[in-house]
């Protein structure tokens, strides 16, 4: 099924890993803004600290990060989410989610990005997509079925996890289920002994686009600018 669009290697020099770092900061100020900033209570915010340990992001960074998005600090959280809808080139459908302090900004970048594509009103193509919730979890016992475990979660589908989101663990899945399931569905895996590392509400393409490995290149470049954007928070793309 996929989930959100994956910058290939976004972590290969300094300047990446820094973006790639506030990236998984801004998610945890906006997790912890608009709910519990209790981890335990919050399974947005307890997958985003999850995330940003697996990229070694600092404790007292994250720990920082809760504490401004909760309110805890002096410093105002004032991220908006803006989504901008579509085509890559050969007509590929996206979705754009940032998370912007400053929206005609980013609308004036969003627009500088999408120059080799073309970029829709509101609504051209979310039809195109299923609004899902997505759990990615590991665990260490590989002998698991993450089919079975689906199952016992409440979640509509599973797929594996590619070997290098695994980090050293035995298994991975990623979990889709209801929008209105994802709670429940995130919460029976850490209690199962998963290790949730993302959990969120996401865009699932209902079809993917045909096209060929040049044209995937093609389209695979105008993606991967469009993530480097700091503001760009998520991308879902029709393609596998």
């Not at 801004?26 to 209790?38: H, M, R, S």
């Not at 004032?78 to 980013?106: D, Q, S």
């Not at 829709?120 to 993450?146: I, N, Y």
């Amino acid at each position: 099924m996929g989930a959100q669009w994956k910058h290939a290697g976004r972590l290969a020099s300094a300047n990446k890993r820094g973006a790639v770092f506030g990236k998984l900061v801004k998610e945890i100020l906006v997790a912890a803004k608009v709910g519990d900033p209790n981890p335990d209570n919050n399974a947005r915010l307890r997958a985003a600290v999850e995330a940003a340990k697996k990229q070694s992001v600092p404790r007292d960074t994250i720990e920082r990060a809760i504490k401004k998005g909760s309110g805890q600090l002096d410093e105002q959280v004032i991220y908006e989410t803006v989504l901008y809808e579509g085509f890559a080139p050969h007509k590929v459908p996206v979705i754009v989610e940032c998370l912007t302090e400053n929206k005609n900004r980013t609308a004036s970048e969003v627009r500088l990005l999408f120059r080799k594509g073309q970029l829709g009103s509101m609504g051209s193509v979310a039809w195109m997509f299923d609004r899902m919730g997505v759990v990615e979890a590991t665990h260490q016992d590989k002998t698991l079925d993450p089919e079975g475990v689906a199952i016992e979660a409440g979640a509509q589908n599973v797929e594996a996890l590619d070997k290098e989101d695994l980090g050293g663990a035995g298994v991975g899945a990623r979990f889709f289920s209801d929008a209105t399931d994802l709670d429940s569905v995130s919460k029976f895996l850490t209690k199962a002994g998963w290790t949730v590392t993302m959990s969120e509400l996401s865009y699932i393409a209902k079809n993917n686009s045909e096209i060929s490995d040049e044209q995937r290149k093609e389209v695979a470049e105008f993606l991967n600018a469009i993530d480097d954007n700091d503001d760009v928070h998520r991308i879902y793309v029709a393609m596998k």
